[in-house]
Nanobody, 126 residues
Framework: QVQLVESGGGLVQAGGSLRLSCTVS????????MGWFRQAPGKEREFVAA????????IYADSVKGRFTISRDNAKSTVALQMNSLKPEETAVYYC???????????????????WGQGTQVTVSS
């Protein structure tokens, strides 16, 4: 059983920064693709960023490119999301996801991920 626990959410002013972290337990972390999604109230969950299973490639949603950075530490079984220049419309619950089988072309589809954390709230005030 794979368990994901997010942390680091909170309240920040527009233009500010937050760093989210996700700790994974239960299986060999290094073999998993890791991703971040977010869901705002009344909206569908949307892709933010991900690492491929090999860890060699990162992909980002166009809306966060240049402002968000995903990183992973295989020794600590963690994946982080550094978020800079945050905007009020990015207020959402942010979720960490993992999969041992997902292919790169499917990473933006939340239905293709196997494991999810409970989410952490990020609120950006204007």
């Amino acid at each position: 059983q794979v368990q994901l626990v997010e942390s680091g959410g909170g309240l920040v002013q527009a233009g500010g920064s937050l760093r989210l972290s996700c700790t994974v337990s239960g299986r060999t972390f290094g073999s998993y693709a890791m991703g971040w999604f977010r869901q705002a109230p009344g909206k569908e969950r949307e892709f933010v960023a991900a690492f491929t299973r090999t860890g060699g490639n990162r992909i980002y949603a166009d809306s966060v490119k240049g402002r968000f950075t995903i990183s992973r530490d295989n020794a600590k079984s963690t994946v982080a999301l550094q978020m800079n220049s945050l905007k009020p419309e990015e207020t959402a619950v942010y979720y960490c996801a993992a999969s041992a089988t997902i292919i790169t072309s499917s990473m933006r589809n939340d239905a293709q991920w196997s494991y999810w954390g409970q989410g952490t709230q990020v609120t950006v005030s204007s």
